[in-house]
């Protein structure tokens, strides 16, 4: 079987959905499948063609003023020249929408788009300006109404997202991701990593981290500290945030020079290696999002036995475990009463889940297989 993957991001590009994508196209290439990756040139040390085993990485230079829309414009030539002898061309959400469906339409292929997340109805209260809403909430509608042969979902949530699209149940598949820590082996231990960052052992550390956007509410969580802080003086706090909405990322940084420099630690982007020694110092992990199609950072933490905050937001109900304790989402109070609670004892308990990505990967082959032989 050979796939097409087209998607705008990829690494070393940082994000749940790239590092998702990524070890799909791994999985499937061990199986003996042909994979190539149709992505955006993001790294300037990234080579435009990579050729390792049975993957292939082309990387298109595209700008960066509307990146998503100018990916989708001149991806279509390259995967029309690249995916010529592929049986299944997938796009994933948002920007590899279109040239997947026309690429395979063109090439007359198999076509599925995987859906990390749709907003629908949320971007009215995510983004404030209702131009904008309008036009994200009109192109979702587009992609959705897009004669895809198959839609992947990646949680229960999304799944029922493109339902209420409209979407029939016979085009919808739904399949997990699974944890991204695996291959990560920590080089030191928690309590030498609390003594680099200048942690007590009696301090509580709570932590934070992802990508900044509109859906990740980190700056509710911004927001909560002075009051954490002020009920539990022996909290610490570690934020290690990637840039990709510019005013949020403005606004956090300016809301962090105002907290007391010894409360707190700030990393902007940091290896993955780096990111788990983190993890692994912390007591607790928290996770203030909006919206969430599936909730990578709940798995981690999940993983590292780490107590967790997190919103009911989205589809992490579905993945978090262990010691926890849900808030509203979009309430910087709500996330301060939970993470009081959370140095309380006050958790709730459920059981570990289990993800796999060799579970996943076996279940997207059959999936494809079946489509392929249609």
Request: proline fraction near 4%; aromatic fraction near 14%.
């Amino acid at each position: 079987m050979k796939i097409c993957f087209v998607v705008d991001y990829y690494p070393p590009h940082i994000g749940g959905a790239e590092l998702h994508i990524q070890k799909l196209v791994e999985g499937f290439a061990l199986r003996g499948n042909q994979c190539i990756v149709i992505t955006s040139k993001t790294d300037k040390n990234s080579n435009c063609i990579e050729q390792r085993d049975n993957i292939k990485i082309v990387r298109i230079q595209t700008p960066q003023f509307i990146h998503r829309l100018w990916f989708s414009v001149m991806a279509t030539p390259y995967i029309i020249y690249f995916a010529k002898s592929c049986d299944v061309i997938q796009g994933a959400s948002y920007g590899g929408a279109m040239p997947a469906f026309l690429s395979a339409k063109i090439l007359r292929k198999k076509s599925i788009f995987m859906v990390f997340e749709f907003m629908g109805g949320l971007w009215n209260s995510l983004e404030s300006n209702w131009v904008k809403a309008s036009f994200y909430r009109f192109c979702e509608n587009i992609i959705a109404h897009l004669p895809f042969d198959k839609f992947l979902a990646n949680s229960r949530y999304t799944r029922n997202c493109l339902r209420f699209m409209g979407i029939p149940d016979r085009k919808i598949e739904f399949v997990y991701g699974a944890r991204t820590v695996e291959s990560v082996k920590l080089k030191r231990e928690p309590e030498a990593v609390r003594l680099e960052l200048e942690v007590d052992k009696n301090d509580f550390v709570y932590m934070a981290y992802g990508r900044i956007g509109i859906t990740k509410g980190m700056e509710y969580f911004v927001d909560a500290v002075p009051e954490i802080f002020k009920k539990v003086p022996q909290a610490k706090f570690i934020f290690v945030f990637t840039k990709s909405d510019e005013e949020i990322w403005d606004d956090i940084i300016m809301k962090l020079k105002r907290l007391p420099d010894e409360i707190y630690r700030f990393f902007p982007g940091v290896s993955r290696e780096k990111l788990f020694e983190y993890v692994s110092a912390a007591d607790c992990v928290v996770i203030p999002s909006v919206s969430e199609g599936f909730g990578f950072v709940a798995l981690e933490a999940a993983t590292f036995a780490k107590k967790i905050v997190a919103t009911d937001a989205g589809s992490l109900p579905e993945v978090v475990s262990g010691e926890h304790i849900f808030v509203r989402p979009a309430s910087a109070e709500a996330l301060a009463d939970g993470c009081l609670r959370i140095f309380r004892g006050q958790a709730e308990y459920s059981e570990p889940k289990s993800f796999s990505w060799d579970v996943a990967i076996n279940q997207l082959n059959k999936i494809y297989s079946k489509l392929i032989e249609q």
